[in-house]
């Protein structure tokens, strides 16, 4: 049997060595060129699929661009949120770009690989009212400790080493954001990876939470931000995901990945976390119960554990992504305040949590 396939194994390698040599020089250069992308892709798989653990790690994986393969997108995404009681102001900013070309919200964005890339970037937020800033095409650029994003003469700027940072916005040449991002203050974690793949499809995404300081429409803005990168390899599927954030620095967070085909559905993860500040400790929860009501002022009531935790609450903003390309994916972002929070098992007097607010997201469909 040994000999038997060693000789295949001759037969294909002198096969593919004869094809070679009687290729035209121009045709060799082509098959090493395609040859060399598919180890590029193949190595930077390989690296997704590798465990990070340390902060030595996490500048060169969130400023470099993955080579990605084919159904690969790989985006960054950013949350302020005040901290100051029943201020209800927040900032997102996200963008990112897929391996082949792509329709978000009517916009087709033509995938091209050079310095940067092309992509798509969208920032909105709420003052005294929604406020949609920057919806387009963009052009994103990378160093080894920055990220602009470029549309028309629109601009972010995201600079620093971890665990400092400074963020920028404009509009037309006029400054709208300017925040100093700095380790949070209190004991929580600052940083976390985390990783998913089955085969050739998964995801692989860094996760930092800090406080911020400094204005937004030229007025004194202080909170916690969020800040992610992700890159997904395969199709998106539904899921449901929050972040609300207390005036006392606590904060919960929930993520429900999930397949959804007719009348099946199978929850691939179901976690809530809530991290209570006054004790600086988490506190884990699963199996979610998410339900949604109302039409034009969203009304959500997210519980765990058969009822040991539960929060309601009332959208404020909302607004809604299309992504069309193989398949229809739609994700709508609430902005959101917290109605009532109860806790069972735990010593946390929620009266203390103060007035909370945050960004939940509900997202459908399937897309390649």
Sequence with gaps: MADENKKITDYLFNTADNYIRILSDIEKRYLKEKIKQINSKYNSLVELKKTKTSAQEIDPVFFCFEDLPPTGKEYWFMTYVSTKPK??????????HTSE??????????????????????????TDRKNLILEDKCSISIN????MVSSKQNNVHYNGKFPDYSFTLSKRNKEIANFKITKPEDNSKSFEFNKYFKLLAGFALINMYFDFTGTLNGENFTGKCYVQKVVVIGPFVPWYWGRIVFSDGSVLTYFEPRIEILLFEHKIRSVLEFYDNSKDKTY???????????????????????????????AYASHKFIFEKIGLFTYIEYLCEVGNISIEGIETDTKNLCS????IEDARGYIL
């Design 87 to 96: 201020d209800k102001r927040q900032l997102l900013v996200m963008f990112g």
């Design 101 to 126: 070309s792509i329709k978000v919200n009517n916009k087709e964005i033509i995938f091209r690989k050079c310095e940067g890339r092309n992509g798509y970037i969208t920032v909105w937020g709420y």
């Design 144 to 147: 080894s400790d920055g990220i």
């Design 284 to 314: 884990l929860f699963k199996n979610l119960s998410i339900k949604k009501s109302g039409k034009k002022n969203q009304q959500w009531l997210i519980t765990a554990d058969k009822g040991k935790i539960s929060v309601s609450l009332k």
């Design 356 to 359: 909370g607010f945050g960004l």
